[in-house]
């Protein structure tokens, strides 16, 4: 079994935690307080002095403190991986090995997920740590990639696209209903038929609405109603753009 030590208490970390309980040897956190909901199999510890020995460090940490925390590891030649999408391994120091373990999904606090499906997106210096990497994802998930940096910092773009600017066009949607009295729930249907459709069709071929018809007529209905800049803006940012792949067909 493959040991793990787990360096961190937020989003990341805590789905971690969870789902990789069979190999953890040990949690490092500076507030464990944030755990306290968790049930843990081994121990929790608050300073980087009293990290212990194990096969893997992984570092479930906020962009900004990888690197100091990665310094602290004591020892030298340890693997030492981070979850961050948007940060490449230069980051981590030379003493130690380095490598990559970013899992792509949107975690939330308390929100239960599947892990089985969730790509881990991977990386080393080494192909014998890669493999290592590797065997640790495959205790909890099928969906294991090699991902170069350049690779995987396209994807977290791409992951701000179909995840975080969503979900904010979500809650724009959310305050339209708010604003005419009628319950969000209503839309919840065509949110989930809409995501459904891009697991079988590509995102063009699953496009409806105004926009791809032409219909200027609501289209200018709409923006009449939207009094608000910025979401006036972004839907006919929107539009344009959906209009322009079309044009392109």
Do not use: W
Request: glycine share 4%; proline share 5%; net charge negative.
């Amino acid at each position: 079994m493959i040991r793990l030590v787990i360096i961190g208490s937020g989003n990341v970390a805590q789905h971690l935690i969870q789902a990789f309980q069979k190999s953890l040897v040990q949690v490092v956190a500076r507030h464990p307080e944030t755990l306290n909901s968790l049930s843990i199999p081994c121990p929790v510890v608050t300073t980087m002095s009293e990290v212990g020995d194990a096969d893997v460090y992984l570092l479930a940490v906020s962009d900004h403190a990888i690197t100091s925390l990665a310094h602290e590891i004591p020892g030298t030649g340890k693997l030492v991986v981070h979850t961050s999408g948007a940060t490449g391994m230069h980051v981590l120091p030379n003493h130690h090995r380095k490598g990559i373990f970013y899992p792509l999904q949107t975690f939330t606090k308390g929100k239960l997920l599947e892990y089985s499906s969730i790509p881990f997106c991977l990386e080393a210096e080494k192909a014998e740590d890669y493999a290592l990497l590797e065997q640790l994802a495959r205790t909890v998930s099928h969906a294991i990639f090699p991902i170069d940096e350049q690779q995987r910092l396209a994807l977290h773009l791409a992951a701000v696209f179909v995840c975080n600017f969503t979900n904010h066009l979500y809650l724009l949607g959310a305050d339209i209903c708010a604003e005419h009295h009628v319950s969000f729930d209503v839309l919840k249907p065509l949110i989930l038929e809409t995501a459904a459709k891009v697991q079988t069709l590509y995102p063009m071929q699953a496009q409806t609405g105004p926009a791809l018809r032409g219909d200027t007529a609501t289209l200018e209905r709409h923006k009449t109603m939207l009094t608000q800049p910025y979401p006036k803006e972004i839907y006919q940012l929107l539009t344009q753009s959906i209009i322009d792949h079309v044009q392109k067909l």
